[in-house]
């Protein structure tokens, strides 16, 4: 196609900022398509949620150790999913899921490091649910499951490849001094997180 295409470095780049930026450029009305290098697929998972939910089209592939995420506005220009990427579930199929609200490190009052055992207890099992969370979404120290570090993230990981978003609040990172060190999932601010709650069909909150 002849349209213009910006392309956008992001490489070594903390998530959301290659989503923030692609939206930024994708604002810009003479900006048809951009292509975003990122280092780790999970920015480039992000950034395909992103194109989903604007009902863009993208594409998605892994060259030279980082991954070029293509996102354009025409739906029907011709980048063809590669394979990596068409065995995703379908994120409709998620739709069908809860809502989950974690507002803390630990699950339930006692003993703290009982709690943390049992939250990750639950984490795990939240992707054995058939189907997953259609999102989770974490504010206050939940915040702390979400960042490098956590022995949460491979199972958010596993819910993300399901189909599950996962989100966590930005004035909760920004206070804990974790906004750079977020490893899964996007940031939302309480308007949107609001928003989700308002629209669950079914909430579970701990």
């Known amino acids: 196609g002849g349209f213009p295409i910006k392309i956008i470095d992001m490489l070594g780049q903390p998530c959301p900022m290659p989503v923030v930026n692609a939206r930024r450029a ?33 594409s998605f592939e892994r060259r030279d150790g980082h991954y070029r995420v293509i996102v354009a506005r025409d739906r029907d220009a011709a980048f063809a999913p ?12 998620a739709s069908a899921g809860a809502t989950v609200l974690i507002a803390r490190d630990a699950l339930g ?35 702390h499951l979400t960042s490098e570090g956590a022995n949460t993230l491979p199972d958010l990981m596993a819910l993300v490849e399901k189909g599950a978003r996962i989100y966590t609040c930005g004035t909760c990172l920004n206070y804990y001094g974790l906004m750079d060190h977020l490893a899964v999932g996007e940031v939302a601010d309480m308007m949107r997180i609001a928003g989700m709650l308002n629209g669950a069909a079914r909430l579970i909150s701990l």
């Open 26 to 58: 994708l604002a810009d009305p003479d900006v048809d398509a951009v292509c975003v290098l990122v280092d780790n697929k999970i920015a480039g998972q992000n950034l395909e949620k992103m194109a989903s939910q604007l009902g863009y089209a993208c």
């Open 82 to 93: 590669i394979a990596e990427t068409s065995n995703q579930p379908k994120p409709a199929r």
């Open 109 to 143: 009052g006692g003993s703290e490091e009982l709690g943390r055992l049992l939250m990750k207890g639950f984490i795990f099992s939240l992707t054995e649910l058939d189907p997953p969370p259609r999102e989770v979404i974490f504010i206050n120290g939940g915040a």
